[in-house]
Structure formats: C-alpha cells, structure tokens
C-alpha cells in the first residue's frame, strides 16, 4: 500500500505485507514520469514510489515526509541516486515552500502523495499506532506536539465522543468516550493495548470484522496529525507548483481522504459560472482536467499478495493553462462538523 503508507483495517491489525507501495504500476503509468522532469513525492515513506519514479525517466524527484525516520532511513537511496533525489523533512501541506526554497517554483512536473500512516509506523508498537501491539499512546507522525495520550486526557467526553465520530465515523462514539472517561478517573491511559482494551469492551465485532478499535485509533491519528487539513492544504499547494500539463496522482485509503480528493477535483475540473450576486469574484477557470476518470482499485493479482491494497483508491488530473483558484476556506472539502449531521 504504500510508498510505505496508507493504512487500511488488514494493515492496522498488522497483515502480512510489509512496505509494498500500492497501485505502483498505475501511480507510474497515470504520473507518467518524462526525461529532464521534476517530480514530487510528497509522503517519502519507505521510497517505494520515488524509486519507481527514478526508474522509469532520467528525471529529479524531491521527496517529503515529515517523520525523521523517514528520512533517515532513505539517505542510501540519496546517495544510490547520483544527485537525482532530493529528501526533505517537511510537511507535505509545505510542498510549494519546499519548491520555493530549492528554486523550482513553477518547475514541478508531478506530485504524488500517498495519504495516511505508514506499515512502517504501525509495525513499530512504540511509535503507538498500532491496537495490536502494545507501545505508549503516541501517534504523532512527525514526533511533536500533542500526542494521542494528550488527547485522551484532556479532552471532555463530549469533544471525544465528536472526535471519534467524525474522524472514525464510529457510530459508538458516545459509548466509547463515555467509557474512555470512566476509565481515566481511575489511571491514566497511556497505552496502545490499554485503550483497546478500554473500546474493546463497548463496541463489538465478529471474528471476521475489523477490530473494534480500529475506527476510535483511526480518529485519534487523523487529529493528532491533523491529517484532512494536511491533504485539503496539500492539494490546493500542489495547483499552484504544477506546471501546466503536469499530473497530481493522490492514492487514499479510507472514505473520508478519498472524499476530499474526489469533492478538490470535481471543484477544479469545472468552471465555475459564478453568480448573479458575485459573477466576476466566484467564477473560476478549470485549474484541472481528469486524466482518470473515476476511482483506480487494486486488481485481484495485487491483493493476492498485498491485502492491504483493498482498500486503496487512486484519483488524478492534469493541470490546465488556466491559474490556480484564488486561495480561500478549505473547509467545504472537509467532513461537516458532528452538529451538522445525524448520529445514531
């Protein structure tokens, strides 16, 4: 699934595959990499992608990716690549900075990213995103700022039972805050295993459903990493850093990444015919054209060895001639607040 990222159900309860960039062949044959381009990586991981990149053209890559084991674990690949890659510790919601300061601004050819958590990350227990095996409550990718333990100690029943509703879309949520509380009062939940255990008790799953705590860690990983303003911020960079024709490929892995990649590009795919009250201001030319059309799935002969592709989805479209959108609120790319919709 990955460049080394992305997680699905099988990956967070730690499947058999082991970093195997997902939809590989098509992320290459839809970025389509050229000779004497310059293509973006925007979530490094293990390198699957910037290595494919670098294999099919004589062309440059800039990866990012904002955890320093990361990083740290691609200077061989720096060093193999003959000044062709360039790693970056960064955000990839940065990526137009980062092209600013390596004066390529207006210079990308392509941008790839690969949304979510790492088989890198979730296999290392003390990195805390995994329910199966046992490490501290961290889950914080770049390894600053509050952790995921912050937030189960701070927060009020309510804002948890909102948090993991929306960003888990756990229809037990209140069970599971309302439990998560009760637990705290007694000793702080500091634990991946002890919190699993805590969820494990109020939301039920058969054998052969996912694990019960899989949608209530997914919630608390996507906030402490505030990863859906990450990817609505980096989409919206990287329509400014394309050059016209150049290709942005975004592979997700959950409804909620691939909801906002879909709404971005069915926003830039079409002109917008402004209106009555503000013609001029809201209308805007189309900054993107679909280049596939609809959502690319991994095929059997790739799930068969990688399980964790299944639930991998593949958009991407081609910047046109037209400008950017004018910068403005994200938020209609985001999901609604709990208040906004029905809960169970």
């Known amino acids: ?77 720096v060093t193999d690549s003959g000044g062709r890659l360039t790693l970056v510790h960064e955000r990839f919601s940065e990526l137009e900075d980062v092209a600013e300061r390596l004066g390529l601004t207006g210079q990308i050819d392509g941008v790839v990213l690969d949304i979510g958590v790492s088989s890198m990350q979730i296999d290392e227990g003390e990195r805390g995103f995994s329910f199966r095996r046992d490490g501290p409550l ?103 850093v394309l050059k016209p024709g150049g290709r942005l490929v975004v592979v997700t892995f959950h409804s909620l990444e691939d909801r906002i990649v879909k709404n971005f590009f069915a926003n830039r795919a079409k002109a917008s015919a402004g209106s009555r009250h503000l013609p001029l201001a ?13 959502a690319v799935e991994a095929g059997e002969a790739e799930l068969a060895v990688n399980p964790r592709a299944r639930s991998a989805k593949l958009r991407a479209a081609a910047r046109t001639e037209a400008p950017a959108h004018a910068p403005g609120d994200l938020s209609s790319f985001l999901p609604p607040p709990p208040e906004a919709r029905s809960r169970r």
């Open 138 to 240: 961290d889950m914080r990718m770049s390894k600053d700022g509050p952790s995921a333990a912050d937030l189960v100690a701070t927060l009020s029943e309510t804002d948890l039972a909102n948090l993991i509703y929306r960003f888990g879309e756990e229809r037990h949520s209140r069970a599971v805050a309302r439990a998560i509380v009760a637990a705290r009062a007694s000793a702080p939940i500091e634990r991946t295993l002890q919190l699993a255990d805590i969820v494990s008790k109020v939301v039920w799953a058969k054998p052969h459903e996912p694990h019960p705590a899989t949608r209530t860690f997914q919630a608390l990983r996507i906030a402490v990493n505030d990863e859906l303003g990450e990817l609505a911020r980096a989409l919206t960079a990287a329509e400014r």
């Open 282 to 294: 809201a209308s805007a030319p189309m900054s993107f054209r679909l280049v596939a059309r609809g």
């Open 1 to 77: 699934m990955m460049a080394g990222r992305g997680t699905s159900e099988t990956e967070a309860a730690g499947g058999p595959a082991r970093h195997l960039p997902v939809l590989l062949h098509e992320v290459i044959e839809h970025l389509a990499p050229q000779d004497g381009g310059v293509y973006v990586d925007g979530t490094f991981g293990a390198g699957g992608y910037t290595r494919a990149i670098l294999a099919a053209a004589e062309c440059r890559v800039v990866a990012i990716d904002r955890d320093p084991t990361a990083i740290a674990g691609g200077q061989d690949l």
